[in-house]
């Protein structure tokens, strides 16, 4: 069974940088599934949950217009583990950041991590 993990939701200033990190278990086969990716939306009070970031195959990586050049992800030599960079933060950015594992067409959900940006 695949389990994500996210770590990292705080309270920080507009314009400061906060990290969040995801961790997948579960999951070492979907490493052999060409279309496999990891991926962080975030969903503000009274809105609908957006896409913000993705990554799979090496080289690959996708950005919502919303955070193109403010925003940055990565993922460690074993795969288990994603990390959303964010800078420049802005007071819109705040939502719940969830993680999703996308295996086999299959997409697993963490719980969500919050991130409060206040001006």
């Known amino acids: 069974q695949v389990q994500v993990a996210e770590t990292g939701g705080a309270s920080v200033q507009t314009g400061e940088s906060l990290r969040l990190s995801c961790v997948a278990s579960g999951w070492a086969d979907c490493k052999y599934d060409e279309g496999y990716e990891l991926e962080w939306y975030r969903q503000a009070p009274g809105k609908e949950r957006e896409f913000v970031s993705g990554?799979?195959?090496?080289?690959?990586?996708r950005y919502a217009d919303s955070v193109k050049g403010r925003f940055t992800i990565s993922q460690d030599k074993s795969k288990d583990t994603v990390s959303l960079e964010m800078s420049s933060l802005k007071p819109e950015d705040t939502a719940t950041y969830f993680c999703?594992?996308?295996?086999?067409?299959?997409?697993?959900w963490g719980q969500g991590t919050q991130v409060n940006v206040s001006s």
């Open positions: 990554i799979g195959r090496p080289g690959r990586t």
């Open positions: 999703k594992a996308v295996c086999w067409s299959i997409g697993y």
